[in-house]
């Protein structure tokens, strides 16, 4: 820019070439891109080529990473899948062991409520035995009453008990 005002107040015109000042600019300007070229751009050039390296480093870990929790991902789904699974199943499991708890109390209740009622049945028939042949002796003592006063007389022994068993076999046979 100085120059280009020096040139302008020394000349007077902006367009005028000055041809020593033109090659001074160029020879200028060849060094400047041959000092650039030799020190400059080779550290410029590899400095750009480290960082591409560390933005490839990067992208490559970055993507490794990305796999590695995509996997992470895939296996923490699985396990969840798997937990589901157990806990459908465990559940399952819960529903049936209550189910057969349940058929097995029933069960248990009922057989214990037929032997409480084949008990009572045999108890309920064993006293109506009991009372049918206490019904019998009293049958028979009466019947031994009568006779003995219809007889006037006091069955002994022997005559008592086979009057006794006629009146059983007469009372069984009315049965």
Request: hydrophobic fraction near 45%; glycine fraction near 2%.
């Amino acid at each position: 820019m100085l120059q280009c005002a020096l040139l302008v107040a020394s000349e007077g015109n902006l367009t005028d070439v000055s041809w020593p000042t033109a090659i001074w600019t160029w020879v200028t300007f060849l060094f400047t891109v041959w000092a650039l070229s030799k020190i400059a751009w080779p550290m410029l050039q590899k400095k750009m080529e480290e960082r591409e390296n560390r933005i490839r480093e990067g992208l490559k870990k970055a993507e490794e990473a990305e796999h590695r929790a995509q996997e992470l991902v895939e296996k923490q789904e699985a396990i969840l899948q798997e937990a589901r699974d157990d806990a459908h199943k465990l559940l399952a499991e819960s529903r049936a062991a209550a189910e057969h708890i349940k058929n097995e109390t029933i069960a248990s209740a009922q057989h214990q409520i037929a032997q409480e009622r084949d008990r009572a049945r045999k108890e309920i028939e064993l006293e109506r035995e009991r009372a049918v042949d206490e019904l019998r002796r009293a049958a028979v003592d009466l019947t031994l009453d009568a006779a003995s006063h219809v007889l006037e007389r006091e069955l002994k022994g022997e005559d008592q008990r086979r009057l006794a068993g006629e009146v059983i076999a007469k009372v069984d046979e009315l049965r």
